[in-house]
Each structure stands twice: as C-alpha cells, then as structure tokens.
C-alpha cells in the first residue's frame, strides 16, 4: 500500500514568510506525528497526533509552530514569520495506535529552507 | 529525559567485512521500546527493528542482527558481510511505552560508507 506522504517536497521562502507543510499519513493509521532533521543530526520531535487532537506539542520550538489534523487524516505544519534558523528537512511519521510504541513510519520529508 | 547516544559518527569499511554500529540508551521507564532506522541518501527513513525492553534475545534478519544488553543498555546493530548497498545513515532510537506520550527519541546517527 501506499506510504507517508508529503508535500512540497523542497519549499524555498523568505524569511518572515508563511509555510505550510503537508502531510498525508498510511491510511488507517491514526497516530501522525512531526519530527525536525537538521543537518547531521537525529530527528527531533515536533507533536504528536491521536486522531484530530494534539496529544503531546511539547517539541513545537515556539508559538510560531503550529500543527492541525482536522479529519484525523490529512496534517498541516504551519510556520508564521520564518527565520533562517528554520531551515531543515520536516519530517511526518505515522503508526497504529494499538498500544505501546507502535512502529513509526516515515515520509519522504520536506526540505524547508529559508533564506 | 530519554537520551540516545551514537558513538560512531562515521564508519567506512571495505565490502563484505562485518561492521557494528554502537547504541546506549538513558531511560528511566522500566517497559520501553527501541529502534533502528536506516536513512538512505534518497533521505526516507527506513523502518528496521523494534524491541521490547522486556525481550532480550539477540535477533538476526538476514545479514542484520542485533544485540540488546539491558545491563548495559545498549543495543547495537551488526552487519555480516557488507554489500554497498548499505551505505547509508543509520539511526538508533527509544520511545517510552507511556500510552498517550509516544515519541522517539534519535540518537545523532551513524554514517556507514561501504567502500567496493
């Protein structure tokens, strides 16, 4: 079956603009979440979706983040006011949520740089 | 906190020689879960493994296995007999079995170069 999938796939901004990043999770999967992969390091953790509420957005690095889910399918990360320090590749995983720690699985990523 | 540490920030070897990749983990939930991703130059993580801390036995998938030692708290990753196709970044992670609170936690990763 289909994978994660997100789109754009590179987006090149301004700083001070507006993104959105989209993500489409495995269908049937009700667990969606963002990660951030800077250069040469590990993903990081954004926010964590179950369902259509935001179960833990204790990664979002300030109040210019902000993430949406509003079917309990389709995902937006939404970033106001861009800096350069926003620059990274945007990471969307989805998983069962059948009970512990169900596997995570990765899109493709959007690479967001902000010049 | 949850921490993951990867050692190795690059490794290169020569085609079919065996190579492992070191992982130790920080935790203090008693159930928690561990991962291993590969990330090719194309980017897309890949899923490897997962392992419940409660389950010790070493387990192998092909030229993959890995070895998970509690008392330790590492769980690295051996590859036998290297092709190239395994140059990539590889990716240890944990995620506490905290239903509700489920997020993984990346080590830096492990560069691997397979060297024809």
């Known amino acids: 079956g289909a994978g994660v999938s997100q789109t754009p796939s590179n987006k090149v901004t301004e700083k001070g603009k507006y993104v959105e990043l989209r993500c489409d999770p495995i269908?049937?999967?009700?667990?969606l979440y963002w990660y951030r992969q800077s250069l040469g390091q590990g993903p990081e953790f954004l926010i964590y979706?179950?369902?259509?509420?935001?179960?833990?957005d204790s990664g979002l690095p300030n109040d210019r983040f902000f993430a949406v889910r509003p079917e309990g399918s389709v995902s937006t990360l939404k970033i106001q006011r861009t800096e350069r320090g926003d620059s990274a590749v945007y990471l969307c995983?989805?998983?069962?949520?059948?009970?512990?720690?169900?596997?995570?699985?990765f899109g493709p990523g959007t690479r967001l740089t902000v010049l | 906190a949850q921490k993951v540490t990867q050692a190795q920030t690059e490794i290169s070897v020569v085609e079919k020689e065996d190579v492992t990749l070191d992982c130790v983990y920080e935790?203090?939930?008693?159930?928690?879960?561990l991962f291993w991703y590969k990330q090719p130059p194309s980017g897309e993580l890949v899923f490897l493994i997962r392992?419940?801390?409660?389950?010790?036995q070493n387990e192998i998938s092909g030229r993959y296995s890995w070895n998970f030692q509690k008392s330790t708290s590492s769980f690295n990753f051996t590859i036998t007999a290297s092709q190239v196709v395994d140059s990539a970044v590889y990716f240890c992670?944990?995620?506490?079995?905290?239903?509700?609170?489920?997020?993984?936690?990346f080590g830096t990763g492990t560069r691997l170069t397979i060297i024809p």
């Open positions: 995983a989805s998983s069962f949520n059948r009970g512990e720690a169900d596997t995570q699985y």
């Open positions: 269908s049937g999967h009700t667990a």
């Open positions: 979706f179950q369902g259509t509420g935001a179960a833990d």
């Open positions: 935790t203090r939930d008693t159930t928690y879960y």
């Open positions: 392992r419940n801390s409660f389950d010790e």
């Open positions: 992670a944990l995620d506490g079995a905290n239903f509700g609170n489920e997020k993984l936690t």
